[in-house]
């Protein structure tokens, strides 16, 4: 078993979420977070506000699959969120603890 942790942008969850839909997956969550990488210190808009971009609003979509799935997955998510431009965010994958 494996955690994946993907750290996206928040108005592509829904189209990350639609991708996965179809995956084998044992479990989702979703959780909105805040945080900053390499684009830090500049000024953006986002959703018609300017934001200190020290801390941007993302969305963290965490799914738990069975190890044969997680090339699928993680690919899924890169094909589906991936923009190509800085700050489309951070995969992990992680090993999951079962009792």
Known sequence: MKQILAVVKPYMVERVL???KTLPLEACNVREVKGYGRQKNYLDAYRGSE???A???KVEITVWVDQRHVDEVVRTIIEVARTGR???GKIFVLPAITP
């Open 86 to 88: 800085m700050g489309d």
């Open 18 to 20: 639609e991708g996965l």
């Open 51 to 53: 934001y200190s971009t």
């Open 55 to 57: 801390y941007l609003p």
